[in-house]
């Protein structure tokens, strides 16, 4: 079964538009970690947010949002004012016990979004 | 600061060929992970270390070899390449458990 699933598979706005990226996980655990990455086109990953399974407030950085909610598993990603810079692949992961004491990131299939000037 | 340098970035082999795919963090990181990426299916774990001279399997470990003998590198290994294994590979780094990852910047593989 999918633990991370974002079923946007492709998201296309026109610049300035509003856009939320949906993300929602399966976990029976009750500490858990959740991550937002971006994949722009060159291809690195780059860090977003880490939200832990204790804090559900919402969170806000410059244009992004992030809304966290226990009771649907969904943490909910928004770009404000999309730039065409925001065009990328965005992923959600779940990070899990695995083995050996350790925890490994579990990811989303991502969301393509492309910002259209 | 470097932060996580792969090496090399893009590399084609033929089938049962081997190769070795270098990956160094300056960030004195314990844990080390090596990614594949392939369309639809996000990134999925390979092997992944949680200190120098440790290594453990991951989700996807077939066909893969790694070693971790410095603490600031970690090496992936293709014994003999199959075309399945055509991918994007991602090493990445972390301070410690359910901290962020950094990322390398991917190795494009193509096994023909």
């Known amino acids: 079964a999918q633990k991370v699933t974002q079923a946007q598979t492709e998201i296309s706005v026109v610049e300035k538009e509003d856009v939320t990226l949906d993300c929602v996980y399966e976990t029976r655990d009750t500490t858990y970690y959740l991550f937002w990455y971006k994949q722009p086109p060159s291809g690195e990953l780059v860090f977003l947010i880490r939200r832990n399974s204790f804090d559900e407030q919402n969170e806000i950085s410059g244009r992004y949002s992030w809304n966290f909610q226990k009771s649907t598993s969904s943490f909910n990603f928004t770009i404000t004012a999309s730039q065409v810079v925001d065009s990328a692949v965005y992923f959600c992961?779940?990070?899990?016990?695995?083995?050996?004491?350790?925890?490994?990131?579990?990811f989303g299939a991502g969301t393509r979004l492309a910002v259209h000037p | 600061n470097a932060g996580v340098t792969q090496t090399p970035k893009f590399r084609v082999l033929k089938t049962g060929q081997s190769m070795t795919l270098l990956c160094a963090q300056d960030m004195n990181h314990e844990y080390m992970y090596w990614y594949r990426q392939d369309p639809g299916m996000g990134l999925r774990l390979i092997h992944y270390?949680?200190?120098?001279?440790?290594?453990a399997k991951g989700e996807v470990p077939d066909g893969y070899n790694v070693s971790r003998l410095k603490k600031q590198n970690f090496l992936l290994g293709l014994e003999s390449a199959a075309p399945s294994q055509t991918s994007v590979y991602f090493c990445a780094s972390s301070y410690k458990l359910n901290t962020e990852a950094f990322f390398g910047q991917g190795t494009r593989l193509t096994v023909v």
């Open positions: 992961a779940l990070s899990e016990p695995f083995s050996g004491g350790y925890n490994k990131l579990i």
């Open positions: 270390s949680v200190g120098e001279g440790t290594t």
